[in-house]
């Protein structure tokens, strides 16, 4: 497990870098580094906090449906809303960081970006209910899925797209790992494919919403790419607020945010 977990964070360099040019590889990593930033975090958080809440309640015997659900809420918040600005402001703030010989990282950000919050954000979730429920092999499994798509996907990409055919093949290998993910839960009685649903299309969303504002200031004369970021970071917020005030209602009326009425 700890190989193929190795493998899925590391495999698809190894690949890219049989196949692209040495400097389009660097750009390659300054958009992978930025792009995986959310997912580390919503990773780091499943870690520490959901894995012991699932393993201590696994233990009790408790309902784990509604706290699976209720427990994770917090990390798809602040994964989304992280994860839909890089979507809609990642070539802004590409531009913003670096000079023009590295602005291709900036679509390059947003595809890893769009993989990486099925692949990574809303998977890690499920691995640590699956851990916490002793089924190590499973997860073992799950990441093995997605370094053989890598191996598989990325070269056929390459093949018939090119590059973008290659970043497709990545975004697909995330996308395979999401569903097998899903389906080992399942096997447990944990279903939050609708809560899924409900997140990805608010990523998504308020993604295009704030990208489409942006190309509407450029449109207009505001080419200012600061400006562009400002107003990319307003409207992603707005989208996202409403379920962080929900979140912090519940947690003022329980006292404890991941064990509040099933949502």
């Known amino acids: 497990s700890t190989l193929l977990t190795f493998l899925v964070l590391n495999a698809d360099r190894l690949i ?14 300054i958009a992978l580094a930025l792009a995986t930033m959310p997912s580390m975090v919503m990773l780091k958080l499943s870690n520490s906090i959901l894995f012991p809440i699932y393993s201590r309640f696994h233990r009790e ?37 670096y000079d023009p010989r590295y602005w291709e990282a900036g679509w390059i950000l947003q595809v890893i970006a769009a993989g990486y919050w099925f692949g990574e954000g809303l998977e890690c979730s499920n691995g640590g209910a699956l851990i916490a429920f002793g ?9 093995l899925v997605k370094v053989l798509a890598m191996a598989v996907l990325i070269p056929v990409g390459w093949h ?25 839960v399942l096997r447990f009685g944990l279903d939050a494919r609708r809560q899924d649903a409900a997140m990805t ?6 993604a295009a ?19 562009h970021a400002a107003v990319i970071a307003v409207v992603v917020t707005a989208f996202w607020v ?16 991941f064990f509040a009425e099933d949502t």
């Open 135 to 143: 089924h190590t092999r499973l997860v073992a499994a799950v990441s």
């Open 16 to 29: 890219f870098g049989k196949l692209i040019p040495i400097g389009l590889l660097g750009i390659y990593n």
């Open 209 to 227: 919403v704030a990208w489409a504002a942006a190309k509407l200031l450029g449109t207009m004369g505001f080419a200012n790419v600061y400006l």
């Open 61 to 97: 015997g408790a309902d784990m449906l509604p706290l699976y659900r209720n427990a994770r809420m917090p990390t798809l918040v602040l994964g989304g809303w992280a994860t839909a600005g890089l979507l809609a402001g990642g070539q802004v703030g590409i531009q913003i960081m």
């Open 160 to 184: 018939f797209w090119g590059f973008p055919g290659a970043m497709a093949g990545f975004v697909a290998s995330d996308v395979l790992r999401y569903i097998v993910s899903v389906m080992a």
């Open 242 to 257: 409403p379920l962080g005030r929900d979140l912090w209602r519940r947690y003022k009326g329980t006292g404890h945010v």
């Open 201 to 206: 299309l608010r990523v998504f969303v308020s």
